[in-house]
């Protein structure tokens, strides 16, 4: 069975930081693009980050750009988001995805066929 399991979210003062994982069985993921999805509250989803299989390759949404990092430890199958300088805009929860293909993809349309459960992250002072 594959399983997505993020941890890391919590409540953080605006200006604040959290490190978000994603840790993954049941699949290896070095084969595969993963990506970080957010849904804010009463909004719907809105892709944050992906990295290809490899790590080398990373792409970030613009409202994120500078303040976020996607990583991944393939060794560990887990992928990872380091958020820094967080607003309360970034207020959602946070889920993983593993994509179908290796790549970042050039239109930016992922085919994602896992999820995880979601962690959440809160943003306010």
């Known amino acids: 069975e594959v399983q997505l399991v993020e941890s890391g979210g919590g409540s953080v003062q605006p200006g604040g930081s959290l490190r978000l994982s994603c840790a993954a069985s049941?699949?290896?993921?070095?084969?595969?693009?993963m990506s970080w999805v957010r849904r804010a509250p009463g909004k719907g989803p809105e892709w944050v980050s992906g990295i290809n299989s490899r790590g080398d390759t990373t792409t970030y949404t613009d409202s994120v750009k500078g303040r976020f990092t996607i990583s991944r430890d393939n060794a560990k199958n887990t992928l990872y988001l380091q958020m820094n300088s967080q607003k309360p805009e970034d207020t959602a929860v946070y889920y993983c995805?593993?994509?179908?293909?290796?790549?970042?993809?050039?239109?930016?349309?992922?085919?994602?066929?896992?999820w995880g459960q979601g962690t959440r992250v809160a943003v306010s002072s």
């Open positions: 049941g699949v290896t993921i070095s084969s595969y693009a």
């Open positions: 995805a593993k994509d179908q293909t290796p790549d970042v993809p050039a239109d930016g349309v992922y085919e994602y066929d896992y």
